[in-house]
C-alpha cells in the first residue's frame, strides 16, 4: 500500500453479529488529469471570478448564504444551524442487510478497496471474502458518510473485497427517453440475434403484344410438317371426288393445319350474298287477276 494514501473512511464491517474493523480507501485518482485555467491572453494573467448579484455588482462571500429555490426566482433561505440538524450523522459501520446475485451495472457509482483494519480483523474479514466468493453473491450495505446515506455493494477482488456506491433507482435516467426514437422490433430481433427477413423479390409483369404472339403462332404452325398419313387421305380423297368437290375441299386444305376457320357461316353452301343476287334477278311474279265480285 502506498504510504501517502490515505482512508477514505474508517470503520467497521457488520454481518449479524459478525463485526470487522476495516478502511476504506478510494481506488481512483486524479492525480494524471490534465487540468487548464482561464488565462487573460494580452497580459499572461490568470483570470479570477467575482461574485456578483445583478443590479448590486461585487459581493463579499460571507454575505452568501444557501437558499431554495421553491418557484422560480423565489427563494427561501436554510441557516447553518438548520442544515446541521436536517444532515445525517457520520456511522462507523457498513451494515450487511442482504446479498443479491447480480446488480445492473448502471447503478454502480464510485469504487473503494475495503480493506482490513489489523491482523485481528483478517480472520473475520477472509471468512466474509471466501462465502462471497464461493456463493457468486453481492453483499449490499448501508453507511452514512459525509452527511449522506449510502448504499454499498461490495464483491471479492483478489485476496481483498471491493466495494462500489450504488446510484438510488431515481438517480437514473430513464432509457425510454433516449431510446424511443428507435423502431422497436428491430431493436427486439437484434436483441434475440436475428435479423429481419429479406422480402421476398417480386417479378415485373409480362406485357405480352398479342398481335406479335398471332403472327409467331401462325409462322410455327406454317413451317409445321404435315403428317404423311394425313397427306395421303388428302390425296385419295381428291382422286375420288368429283372436280368441283375435289377443288372446294382442296380450297379448305389450303389453310394451316389447325386453324380455325375465319370466314362468315354461310346457308346452304353459298353466302347470303350471292342468295341475295340470284333473288334480285329472278323475273317478278305477275299479278294475279282479282275476279270481280258479282
Keep these: 500500500m502506498p504510504a501517502a494514501a490515505r482512508p ?20 481512483t485518482t486524479e492525480r494524471e488529469r490534465v487540468r487548464f485555467h482561464q488565462i ?19 459581493v463579499e462571500r460571507d454575505e452568501i448564504v444557501k ?31 442482504q446479498f443479491v446475485d447480480e446488480i445492473d451495472p ?10 482490513p483494519d489489523g491482523s485481528v480483523a483478517e480472520e ?21 458518510i459525509s452527511g449522506q446515506e449510502r ?8 485476496r481483498g473485497l471491493l466495494g462500489n456506491s450504488l446510484h438510488y433507482q431515481d438517480e437514473i435516467r430513464k432509457p425510454e427517453d433516449f431510446f424511443g426514437t428507435i423502431a422497436e422490433d428491430s431493436v427486439n430481433e437484434k436483441l434475440e440475434g436475428k435479423l429481419p427477413e429479406k422480402a421476398p423479390e417480386r417479378k415485373p ?3 405480352i ?20 398419313s394425313r397427306r395421303a387421305a388428302a390425296r385419295s380423297e381428291r382422286e375420288a371426288a368429283p372436280p368441283a368437290k375435289a377443288a372446294a375441299r382442296g380450297r379448305k386444305a389450303e389453310a394451316p393445319s389447325g386453324q380455325r376457320s375465319l370466314l362468315l357461316p354461310v346457308e346452304g353452301g353459298r353466302g347470303r350474298g350471292a342468295q341475295a343476287k340470284e333473288e334480285r334477278e329472278a323475273p317478278a311474279e305477275a299479278p294475279k287477276r282479282r275476279r270481280k265480285a258479282s
Excluded: C
Aim: neutral net charge; glycine residues 8%.
Design 8 to 27: 477514505y473512511w474508517t470503520g467497521y464491517l457488520k454481518l449479524s453479529l459478525v463485526t470487522i474493523a476495516v478502511r476504506l480507501y478510494t481506488a
Design 40 to 58: 487573460h491572453e494580452p497580459s499572461g494573467e490568470r483570470v479570477r471570478q467575482q461574485l456578483i448579484v445583478p443590479g448590486i455588482g461585487p
Design 67 to 97: 437558499g431554495y429555490e421553491y418557484q422560480k426566482g423565489q427563494y427561501v433561505t436554510v441557516e447553518p444551524d438548520d442544515l446541521k440538524r436536517l444532515k445525517l450523522e457520520t456511522t462507523d459501520t457498513i451494515d450487511i442487510t
Design 106 to 115: 448502471i447503478y454502480f457509482d464510485a469504487p473503494y478497496y475495503l480493506v
Design 124 to 144: 473475520g474479514y477472509r471468512v466474509i471474502r471466501e462465502a462471497l466468493r464461493e456463493t457468486g453473491k453481492i453483499a449490499i450495505g448501508q453507511v452514512v
Design 151 to 158: 448504499i454499498v455493494a461490495i464483491r471479492p477482488l483478489g
Design 205 to 207: 409483369a409480362q406485357v
Design 209 to 228: 403484344n398479342l398481335m406479335d404472339a398471332l403472327k409467331r403462332s401462325l409462322a410455327e404452325e406454317e413451317k409445321a410438317p404435315e403428317p404423311a
